[in-house]
């Protein structure tokens, strides 16, 4: 489980420096080393927003949880690594920034679609408020069926009913009947992926 890979990292009992960062900053590094095949520690805390004591302690416990292995050129995905980052891939169906001012949940937005997630939303309260936790101002979440997008709970049509983006946008990501979306927004595109990763990590 992706969920208990990241737990792992961040265990409170962990021998050594606590852990400062959070499971989302542990699935940003995971994500990058993934995409790249090589990241350097300088690299990592760009993507994840880190300082540098912060990243050598996340890239010690990526290390001694076999995660990844130190090359030369950067840290490395190991065969545990790779599994792990294909079953993210697996879940993470789609990751990009959107134009989604006209929901108003902030003026920079992002979307991710988690395969096959829409059973697991209720209403979507969930991933607000990880999001928010996680730095976003605001989040929607929509599952897609039957070739829409709706609120869950109560079956409004986000097209139908609303904008077109970030609609027209999350439809070119190709996704499958089942899958759940979900938007976030606020100040910057760093604050709204996190949010957005922090309200994928309540579905999986």
Known sequence: MVLETLREVLDSDYRGPRAVFTQVHVLEALIAIGKTGSVGRG???TV???GQGEVRTLIKRLK???????????CAL??????????????????SPVDAKSLHIGMRCWAVAVSGAAKKVRYGIEQRDAAIKAGADGAFTAIFRTG???????GT???????????TTVRTAGLSDGDAVIVTGSHSDADSENGALAAFLTLV
């Open 148 to 154: 829409r997008f709706s609120v869950p709970g109560e």
């Open 64 to 74: 001694d949880n076999d995660l990844i292995v130190i090359e030369a050129n950067g």
């Open 43 to 45: 690299k990592l805390g």
């Open 48 to 50: 994840t927003g880190l």
């Open 78 to 95: 190991s065969k545990k690594g790779e599994r792990e980052y294909a079953k993210i891939v697996s879940l993470l169906a789609w990751s």
């Open 157 to 167: 049509d986000c097209e139908k009913n609303g904008p077109e983006e970030p609609w």
